[in-house]
């Protein structure tokens, strides 16, 4: 049997939608792990660092679930170029969370799959290959704007 590509495109049309039909869960999973749309978690983690605090809320992806899986942390923040500060992760987690996103905003926590570490945006940015969004700041993200470096704690809340 010779197949056109009229045929195979709505072959794969038809295949698709019984396959989201018979199993919808896994549909709503690959849903999910869209950076752009995430969900926010009940997962709340509290960052200290030179006595200031900060809350944030993690999002419901599977890296924002390894990070809460390590936690508690002590660690060192350290400041990184004009918009970040930055502080290195004891082990890499998982890239199950990855994907591009566009509504980049200051306030933003993300990790950076290639060095390992996790990325606290305090003025603009852009996406860039290897961000993984896994949450945001709830109450501002004012501590971040001190410049230097200092010990760092990560606790959920």
């Known amino acids: 049997m010779v ?9 794969a049309i038809l295949g698709s939608m019984v396959v989201t039909a018979m199993f919808p869960p896994l549909a709503r ?11 926010a978690s009940k997962v709340k983690i509290r960052m200290t660092f030179n006595g200031q605090t900060m809350t944030a809320t993690l999002y419901d992806n599977a890296s924002a679930r390894d ?35 566009k509504n980049e905003r200051p306030g933003d926590l993300c ?6 570490n996790l990325a606290l945006f305090h003025s603009g940015y852009r996406y860039s290959s290897g961000l993984i969004r896994l949450g945001r700041f709830d109450d501002g ?15 959920q809340v």
Do not use: C, V
């Open 111 to 116: 990790y950076y799959a290639p060095w390992g």
């Open 29 to 39: 999973a690959q849903q999910g792990n869209d950076p752009a749309s995430q969900e």
């Open 67 to 101: 990070f809460a899986s390590i936690l508690p942390l002590d660690l060192k923040i350290e400041d990184y170029s004009t918009n970040e500060k930055i502080t290195y992760l004891p082990h890499k987690l998982t890239e199950a969370g990855s994907g591009p996103f």
């Open 3 to 11: 197949l056109n590509s009229k045929t195979f495109s709505r072959r």
């Open 141 to 155: 993200f004012g501590p971040l704007l001190m410049r230097g470096e200092f010990p760092l704690r990560i606790e």
